[in-house]
């Protein structure tokens, strides 16, 4: 009977299993006579439907085809202090290594950072499915897996569907019906690939984000987003000062316009008025009048304003 742990992974990784096909089961053998009893190969082969094996970590090579460039050490660490105390809960997806090789070995398609870890925690072995596919689908499995996930960087994504419309030609359509994306994201994504190198550093280390980079590709030409981008760094300009910064530059004259605009005249008397009710209250007040007709604004910070404010109405707070 199967246990809890062996549902959870199976049910765990099916969002690649649409790409391909498990390693098909070897036919079973006409009946013969009984064989003597021979002692297992040190690696095991594939197993039928898909099963996970236990594969020595030795034997494993990186994936050649993986889009990460980055993998965050602490993130890893925990990781490996998980898989250390209740292993690995999803199998990683492995591939035959090099037909011409004999030594038994594999080659990662999916699931580095639990190799990775694994190795940290001491592990000797690791579950795997044995997938037998092409390069071609190894690249096309890794890349799609890794976009599936949460943590890459922009422009680790960028570079994933550039590599998806290059080597594949798939249509934006296509990569974001594959990837689970909207068509949006991944056009926002692609656009990304534009930015001036260096820029495309910083959001690569996370000093500019995806909303920063949006924002400065707007500007169009390169020495226009790297000035505009050295702003944003050294002034630490959030997202919307970042747009507001962008627009400016792009239309100067309705910057220049709104400077002008003359400052309606106040009335002596209003202003009279206003400064009297400041020196009263202690607040920020303003009389908007026009033709005897307006409005007081009294601004206030705190429940203590709101109350000297009530008191200097003639009504006592909280009554």
Same mark, same amino acid.
């Given at each position: 009977?199967?246990?809890?742990?062996?549902?959870?992974?199976?049910?765990l990784?099916?969002?690649? +299993?649409?790409l391909?096909?498990?390693?098909?089961?070897?036919?079973a053998p006409?009946?013969a006579a009984?064989?003597?009893?021979v002692?297992p190969a040190?690696?095991?082969?594939?197993?039928?439907?898909?099963?996970?094996?236990?594969i020595p970590v030795?034997k494993?090579?990186?994936?050649?085809?993986?889009?990460?460039s980055?993998?965050?050490?602490?993130k &890893?660490?925990e990781?490996?202090?998980?898989?250390?105390?209740?292993?690995?809960v999803?199998?990683?997806?492995?591939?035959?290594?090099d037909?011409?090789?004999?030594?038994?070995r594999?080659?990662?398609?999916t699931? +580095?950072?639990?190799?990775?870890?694994?190795?940290?925690?001491?592990?000797?072995?690791?579950?795997?499915i044995?997938? +037998?596919?092409?390069?071609?689908?190894?690249?096309?499995?890794?890349?799609?897996e890794?976009?599936?996930?949460?943590?890459?960087n922009?422009?680790?994504?960028?570079?994933?569907?550039?590599?998806l419309?290059q080597e594949?030609q798939?249509?934006?359509?296509?990569m974001?019906e594959r990837?689970?994306?909207?068509?949006?994201?991944?056009?926002n994504?692609?656009?990304l &690939?534009k930015?001036p190198?260096?820029?495309?550093?910083h959001?690569?280390?996370?000093?500019?984000?995806f909303?920063?980079?949006?924002?400065?590709?707007a500007l169009?030409?390169?020495?226009?987003?790297?000035?505009?981008?050295?702003?944003?760094l050294?002034?630490?300009?959030?997202?919307?000062?970042? +747009?507001?910064?962008?627009?400016?530059m792009l239309?100067?004259?309705?910057?220049?316009?709104?400077?002008?605009?003359?400052?309606?005249?106040v009335?002596?008397?209003?202003?009279?008025?206003e400064?009297?009710?400041?020196?009263s209250l202690?607040?920020?007040?303003?009389?908007?009048?026009?033709?005897?007709?307006?409005?007081?604004?009294?601004?206030?910070?705190g429940?203590?304003?709101?109350?000297?404010?009530?008191?200097a &109405?003639?009504n006592k707070?909280?009554?």
């Open positions: 009977m199967p246990t809890p742990s062996d549902k959870k992974r199976s049910a990784g099916r969002g690649l +299993e649409s391909l096909p498990s390693r098909p089961a070897a036919a006409a009946a009984p064989k003597p009893v002692e040190p690696v095991a082969p594939p197993a039928p439907a898909g099963k996970p094996l236990e030795e494993i090579d990186r994936n050649p085809y993986q889009t990460r980055q993998f965050d050490d602490d &890893l660490d990781l490996a202090k998980s898989i250390a105390a209740s292993g690995v999803q199998p990683i997806v492995v591939r035959l290594g037909k011409h090789n004999d030594d038994g594999y080659t990662l398609i699931g +580095e950072r639990r190799w990775l870890a694994s190795q940290r925690a001491g592990k000797t072995t690791i579950p795997a044995v997938r +037998e596919v092409s390069n071609v689908q190894a690249m096309e499995m890794t890349i799609v890794n976009l599936q996930r949460a943590d890459l922009p422009m680790e994504q960028a570079h994933a569907y550039a590599r419309s594949f798939m249509t934006q359509e296509q974001a990837t689970g994306k909207d068509r949006a994201s991944v056009s994504f692609l656009r &690939l930015l190198d260096a820029v495309q550093m959001v690569e280390t996370g000093a500019l984000s909303g920063h980079a949006r924002a400065l590709l169009g030409s390169r020495e226009a987003i790297e000035s505009a981008a050295s702003k944003v050294a002034l630490h300009l959030s997202v919307r000062s970042t +747009e507001t910064m962008v627009q400016s239309h100067p004259e309705s910057k220049q316009k709104k400077e002008e605009k003359p400052k309606q005249a009335d002596p008397n209003v202003r009279e008025a400064d009297q009710l400041r020196r202690g607040l920020r007040v303003q009389i908007e009048d026009k033709n005897g007709k307006g409005r007081v604004v009294i601004e206030y910070s429940i203590d304003d709101f109350d000297a404010i009530l008191m &109405l003639g707070p909280g009554v």
